[in-house]
């Protein structure tokens, strides 16, 4: 889950795997494979960055020496 802020300022969390997409117009449009879509105060590059973040700590790679 991503956090975010819309307009109004209320705070929601979303599932980055439900995002479709998001446009920047001049607030960002975060469009879900629903069909459902939010206007959120972030910028795209800040969306994408929480994103980044959220795979990084999805994954973890561990380093074995044998």
């Known amino acids: 889950m991503i956090k975010l802020t819309r307009l109004n300022g209320e705070v929601i ?3 980055y795997f439900q995002i479709q997409y998001v446009v920047s117009i001049p607030e960002s449009k975060v469009m879900m494979v629903n069909g459902d879509y939010y206007l959120v105060k972030d910028t795209v590059e800040h969306i994408l960055q929480k994103v980044t973040e959220f795979l990084h700590s999805a ?3 561990e ?3 044998m």
């Open 59 to 61: 994954v973890a790679f």
């Open 13 to 15: 969390y979303l599932n």
């Open 63 to 65: 380093t074995k020496i």
